[in-house]
């Protein structure tokens, strides 16, 4: 294997010839810095065992659910699915941080937000997850989070009626760093991913999701203060206790 691999791109290096990383752009950062003077919040470690439940029967239950108790999530609940859904697998090289969803390349261009809503010990708020340190930063404090969230998302009232909405962000340069035009594809199936294992994680939990595509581009990037140009969401997904 090449020692260099950030310019190992084998047969890519044809279909790609004007990416940043050809032309030898330093690699960009694989996780957004945390804004100075802001706190972070630890979370605890991912329990040891998986859920309650083995894999077959995670995938025989696993459906959408889109009615929710007013239960707030365990820290140790939340740990888990963040864990299952962008959590580091191999710290050990800092060059090639793998987490626990393949991506492209391992590229990792997704960033993870939070609308909490009921949570235990975290007030509620936007707040966005640090696969390093394994920890969430706050973002905002939006008034009315649950009405504008559910309006952004098109009227869909059940994502403001979660304990915890996933919000799933790009930051395209990441990739494109690497793949330069052919990007979007790549991050769409990205996403995909990380969504299912949420999925398997809530029903290993007793907690369920639902995958939203429907949303307006707009009002969800305003509402987690995203430019909708180098960042921009992609994918949502609220998590509860399932009512049925
Ligand atoms: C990419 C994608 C986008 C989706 N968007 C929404 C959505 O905006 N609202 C919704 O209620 N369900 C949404 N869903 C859930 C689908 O409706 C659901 O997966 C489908 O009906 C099959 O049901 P099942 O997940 O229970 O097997 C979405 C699913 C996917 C994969």
Redesign the pocket.
């Known amino acids: 294997m090449s020692k260099k691999p950030t310019k190992d791109l084998g047969k890519w290096k044809s279909k790609i010839p004007k990416s940043d990383q050809i032309k030898g752009v330093p690699m960009p950062p694989i996780q957004k810095p945390v804004p100075k003077g802001k706190k972070i919040i630890s979370l605890p470690e991912p329990p040891k065992a998986l859920g309650k439940i083995d894999l077959k029967k995670a995938i025989t239950a696993?459906?959408?659910r889109?009615t929710f108790t007013e239960d707030s999530i365990s820290q140790e609940d939340l740990s888990l699915l963040l864990w299952m859904t962008q959590g580091i697998r191999d710290p050990s090289n800092p060059n090639r941080i793998y987490r626990n969803v393949p991506s492209a390349g391992n590229r990792h261009a997704l960033e993870t937000y939070l609308a909490i809503f009921r949570a235990d010990g975290i007030p509620k708020g936007i707040y966005r997850y640090l696969p390093i340190e394994h920890a969430l930063v706050p973002v905002s404090k939006p008034a009315k989070l649950e009405q504008r969230i559910s309006a952004a998302?098109?009227g869909?009232k059940f994502i403001g009626e979660a304990a915890v909405t996933f919000i799933w962000s790009v930051l395209r340069y990441r990739m494109e760093w690497r793949y330069g035009p052919i990007s979007i594809k790549i991050l769409a199936l990205d996403a995909?991913h990380v969504?299912q294992n949420l999925?398997l994680g809530c029903e290993s939990i007793g907690c369920g999701t639902?995958?939203?595509?429907?949303?307006d581009q707009d009002a969800m990037d305003r509402l987690l203060g995203l430019d909708g140009e180098k960042e921009f969401t992609i994918?949502?997904a609220p998590v509860g206790r399932p009512k049925e």
């Open positions: 696993r459906k959408s889109r998302c098109l869909q995909g969504c999925y639902c995958a939203i595509a429907a949303y994918y949502i």
